[in-house]
């Protein structure tokens, strides 16, 4: 089991910057593979980026390729979400997951994913 707990979200203007963090329990987090998601209102749940296991390896939506970075610590068990160049289409419910599957590409979608938090609310003024 895991449990993985959202937090930094908060409202800001049009081209400012945000960094949301996931903390996550237990002893084995280097095990899993990390992704953000977002679910704006009437939307799907979207992926925003993924990262291996060690933090080499990332991928990004379109949507938020050259603005957002995601990176990890698995000494502190922390995953974390740099959102800059904001924009008002950015606001949703961001969540941070946890996987352990081996196929890269499983990642790009929400159902690869083992464990959910709880999210945190991003909102961007015009």
């Known amino acids: 089991q895991v449990q993985l707990v959202e937090s930094g979200g908060g409202l800001v203007q049009a081209g400012g910057s945000l960094r949301l963090s996931c903390a996550a329990s237990?002893?084995?987090?280097?095990?899993?593979?990390m992704g953000w998601f977002r679910q704006a209102p009437g939307k799907e749940r979207a992926l925003v980026a993924v990262?291996?296991?060690?933090?080499?390896?990332?991928y990004y939506a379109d949507s938020v390729k050259g603005r957002f970075t995601i990176s990890r610590d698995n000494a502190k068990n922390t995953l974390w979400l740099q959102m800059n160049s904001l924009k008002p289409e950015d606001t949703a419910v961001y969540y941070c997951?946890?996987?352990?599957?081996?196929?890269?590409?499983?990642?790009?979608?929400?159902?690869?994913?083992?464990?959910w938090g709880q999210g945190t609310q991003v909102t961007v003024s015009s």
């Open positions: 990262i291996n296991l060690i933090g080499g390896t990332t």
């Open positions: 237990g002893r084995t987090f280097s095990g899993y593979a």
């Open positions: 997951a946890a996987g352990s599957r081996s196929n890269w590409a499983l990642y790009y979608h929400a159902p690869g994913y083992d464990y």
